[in-house]
């Protein structure tokens, strides 16, 4: 069993940072993949971004490459999400996910976090 607990998340204006954190508890945390996703009013949960725990190899949605950086600290059993350059866009409630690997697909994951607020204004 694997508990995930996100934080971190706030309003902030367009063009701010903010950076999220998903701290795990349980067992096996390096078996797993580690995932961020979205989901904003009306509109289907979406991927954000994945790393392997294990090889820190990393992947992006391209509505995000090159603003969003998903990092790890296994010392920590820790996750982290750094939004830079945030546009209205992006406001959603961010949830973090384990998985036996880091995959794109929400449905592959087997543990979710409670979600967090984003909130960018314009």
């Known amino acids: 069993q694997v508990q995930l607990v996100e934080s971190g998340g706030g309003l902030v204006q367009a063009g701010g940072s903010l950076r999220l954190s998903c701290a795990a508890s349980?067992?096996?945390?390096?078996?797993?993949?580690r995932g961020w996703f979205r989901q904003a009013p009306g509109k289907e949960r979406e991927f954000v971004a994945t790393?392997?725990?294990?090889?820190?190899?990393?992947a992006y949605a391209d509505s995000v490459k090159g603003r969003f950086t998903i990092s790890r600290d296994n010392a920590k059993n820790t996750v982290y999400l750094q939004m830079n350059s945030l546009k209205p866009e992006d406001t959603a409630v961010y949830y973090c996910?384990?998985?036996?690997?880091?995959?794109?697909?929400?449905?592959?994951?087997?543990?979710w976090g409670q979600g967090t607020q984003v909130t960018v204004s314009s």
């Open positions: 349980g067992r096996a945390f390096n078996r797993y993949g």
């Open positions: 996910a384990a998985g036996a690997i880091p995959t794109t697909r929400g449905a592959n994951y087997d543990y």
């Open positions: 790393i392997s725990v294990s090889s820190g190899t990393t």
